[in-house]
């Protein structure tokens, strides 16, 4: 540049200065320094961790800095402007200009020495960070966050694009400045016949240069393009792409381009872009191939440089004093940016807990929970062996009673009585299972550690490392891990925490084999790492021998929880007859009586006496009110006969229920039971109209049958029950034939299916169409 500025510059205080300028090559800034009309001093203070070095100066009334990025790349050009905000507080935006490499295509005629400005598209901030993603099988799925320009930028921008002399402007932008240099041509135009595109299949041949490349006169290597008439740059909107890698192969290029809609490329945007009011302009200087030499750098740096200073003289200085300091405004974009990677976060631990195991017990135990009477089992809570257990660590509680004792519910009050007391406290860990005869299949050993995993780690944000660590090494591979790496990861994961809860209930109802290795692994858990255990069962602890030396304490229904859920049911349901206080503590006192500890058995006798039609009536099944667990069939065999005096169509339908209920090979949802039911009435085709209502179906069942409220299950009330049915065979006879028979029908229907399935969402609108299509075709 010529001596001819004065020696004698200029000084203002940093908080003057109100835009940042990033050029990242020695010929960008030279290009950039053109452009201001005066330099001003450097500060003669900077911040203690801004390390930069300056170049100041003004454009008209906009004072302008600087910094000099000692190399090239995102994370240089973003640590730099770290620094220059620290130094220079009130800045409002930043504007990244410098060259770029250009992707050549019919719709965007974009050649050597022309500009390209970042203009949002409505989807982004005008540049994309195409190399930021993640990378699945075949694909790339490209994330990340980019800022829109200020407002009043994109205004001007919009003001000087639809100029039709916008080229000629920036032409004469160009000439002023190429005057201010000694050595002028190396800063001017290079020459149309300098600017070739080759064919992307064409190769660079070798050398610094394109010397060899242009020798070889083969015009089948040579894109053909039509001469422009002048030789001013012409200006490009739209979407640049910024990467950590320099662009030169001419097929990825095109790649990338085709697929993020992009007009050139650079390397440093995308870091500024992610974080600070910020716009970009590229001179191009080649096309992103194996080709790329210097020629054009130092006429497209003056180029985009020219746009700049056009852009700026364009912006009043008071717009630009009205907006938000960088430093605010990066606060803001921060809190946006921590929601939106918040998002990514619980999407990306959904999808790695949804892998460890998709069984949720949650819904079960809230629909057992709701089951409970309020008040009861405290006598549990506040006992010697509950108490050592809780205060403890590394300690087993072995609750051990007979059918019907309310074990299950005695789990889900002991449940919530950890979660209530530990709710705010993220150093204790609580995980539990509820083991199900019906769903043995999918209750073995490996997944059961997983689900307990899971549980332990879910509430916590992000997923302990040793969790994610976990799914990267095996999902890739199509891999499970093996119950030894699964009980290191859960110790890894209970590291975090003073105590941990893990709560099963009825041991009895899973299949020997798998509970022998199950307990085995949860002992080995607990000595590896101290968790507390609760478990419920039939068993007595002398007929589990792992757990013969560990705490244990009977279930059995204690008179004052009996009482209190007679008294509430007799509350809310009692007949008239029973107003009179001697006939309620009759009742209280031979309901107690028949108990003998088995809560289950005191519902059903509630139910039947309190379904009497007469005082005569209630005094009678008094007098018959069974005792034990052999009065449990008898409550059954009651039922059934209840059942069975309805009304034909009403017995016929609820029979034919139960035999779905009872003998289906897993649980079924009530649409699927209602569809299944709709089958097999002598029709070609399905029919909604044979569907019966869920409503008017439940009060055929006497209290027999239940819904989960959260899972909608129908079901059995009790475990008891599917023992008595399997005792008792003759209450449905062909029961078997019925089931298969209805399968072969429904899928007999014509069912519309379009195969193959390409996503998970066309097999969901398929079940959801046809409910009972699942069970239908897997049994």
């Keep these: 540049m010529s001596d001819s500025e004065p020696d004698d510059k200029p000084s203002f205080p940093p908080e003057q200065y109100t835009i940042g300028w990033i050029s990242a090559l020695s010929e960008e800034l030279g290009a950039a320094r053109a452009m201001l009309d005066q330099e001003h001093e450097r500060p003669s203070h900077q911040h203690r961790n801004d390390e930069n070095s300056y170049i100041m100066g003004n454009i008209k009334q906009h004072n302008i800095v600087m910094p000099v990025l000692p190399e090239y790349g995102i994370s240089s050009a973003t640590s730099a402007v770290k620094s220059m905000i620290s130094t220079f507080p009130k800045l409002r935006f930043i504007l990244m200009v410098g060259i770029g490499g250009d992707v050549p295509s019919k719709r965007n005629d974009i050649r050597l020495g022309d500009v390209v400005v970042s203009e949002p598209d409505g989807q982004g901030g005008g540049v994309i960070q195409y190399d930021m993603g993640r990378e699945e099988v075949g694909t790339f ?17 919009r003001t000087l694009r639809s100029d039709p002399k916008q080229g000629k402007n920036l032409a004469k932008v160009l000439k002023k400045a190429l005057d201010k240099f000694d050595d002028e041509e190396y800063w001017a135009y290079p020459g149309s016949e300098k600017d070739i595109l080759f064919k992307p299949e064409y190769p660079h041949l070798g050398g610094d240069d394109c010397d060899a490349c242009s020798e070889d006169q083969n015009p089948k290597n040579v894109v053909e393009r039509k001469p422009r008439k002048s030789n001013n740059p012409k200006i490009h909107y739209g979407n640049i792409g910024s990467g950590n890698t320099v662009i030169k192969d001419a097929r990825r290029r095109d790649s990338i381009a085709e ?12 870091g500024l872009m992610n974080e600070w009011p910020c716009l970009v302009i590229r001179g191009i200087s080649d096309y992103a191939d194996s080709h790329k030499n210097g020629n054009w750098k130092q006429y497209a740096a003056m180029a985009a440089a020219a746009y700049a200073r056009m852009l700026l003289l364009g912006v009043p200085l008071e717009k630009v004093e009205e907006l938000e300091q960088v430093r605010e405004v990066v606060q803001g974009i921060r809190t946006d940016v921590d929601t939106l990677v918040g998002a990514k976060h619980d999407r990306d631990a959904a999808r790695i807990l949804e892998w460890l195991t998709p069984v949720d017990y949650a819904p079960q135990h809230n629909d057992l929970f709701r089951q409970r009477q309020p008040g009861t089992g405290q006598w549990l809570l506040h006992s010697p062996e509950f108490k050592d257990w809780a205060e403890s660590k590394g300690q087993t509680l072995f609750c051990h009673g007979i059918p019907g004792a309310g074990k299950t519910i005695i789990t889900t009050i002991v449940i919530d009585h950890l979660c209530q007391r530990f709710c705010s406290d993220q150093k204790v860990g609580i995980a539990y299972i509820y083991f199900n005869f019906r769903k043995q299949d999918i209750q073995d050993p490996e997944d059961l550690l997983l689900n307990l995993l899971k549980q332990l780690t879910q509430p916590r944000s992000p997923l302990p490392k040793c969790v994610t660590d976990l799914f990267s090494k095996h999902q890739a591979i199509h891999t499970r891990p093996t119950p030894e790496v699964i009980i290191e990861t859960i110790c890894d994961a209970c590291s975090q925490f003073s105590k941990a809860f893990i709560v099963i209930d009825a041991l009895d109802e899973c299949r020997s084999l798998n509970l022998s290795k199950f307990l085995h692994w949860l002992l080995k858990l607990q000595e590896d790492c101290g968790v507390n255990i609760f478990a419920t069962s039939r068993f007595k602890p002398e007929d589990t021998p792992v757990l013969r030396t560990h705490l244990s304490r009977e279930v059995r229904a204690t008179d004052e929880d009996i009482l209190m859920y ?9 007949p008239g007859y029973l107003d009179d206080n001697d006939m309620r503590q009759m009742v209280k006192r031979g309901v107690l009586e028949a108990a003998s500890g088995m809560f289950l058995l005191v519902k059903f006798q509630t139910d039947s006496l309190l379904s009497q039609s007469t005082k005569g009536h209630l005094l009678d099944a008094l007098k018959n009110l069974g005792k034990g667990e052999p009065a449990l069939d008898d409550a059954y065999d009651k039922i059934m006969k209840r059942i ?5 169509a009403q017995k016929e339908l609820a029979i034919e229920a139960l035999q779905w209920i009872v003998y289906s090979k897993r649980p079924l949802s009530t649409l699927e039971l209602l569809h299944a039911l709709a089958v097999g009435k002598g029709n070609k085709s399905f029919s909604s109209d044979y569907i019966p209502k869920l409503a008017d179906l439940l009060p055929l069942f006497a209290g027999l049958v239940i819904v989960d409220r959260e899972s909608d299950i129908i079901r059995l009330a009790h475990q008891t029950a599917q023992e008595y049915f399997g005792r008792k065979s003759g209450h449905f006879p062909g029961v078997a034939s019925l089931i298969t028979k209805a399968c072969v029908q429904y899928l007999s229907f014509g069912i519309r299916i379009q195969e193959p399935f390409e996503t998970i969402t066309e097999v969901r609108h398929l079940l959801r169409a046809n409910p009972f299509f699942g069970y239908a075709a897997q049994n």
Excluded: W, Y
């Design 141 to 157: 799925d490209r994330v990340g966050v980019m800022n829109k320009p200020p407002k009043i930028l994109l205004s001007t921008l």
């Design 566 to 574: 007679l008294q509430d049911r007799m509350q809310h349901e009692c």
């Design 644 to 648: 069975g005096n309805q009304k034909q």
């Design 259 to 270: 697929k993020e809609n992009v007009l050139c490329f650079e390397m440093e945007a995308a």
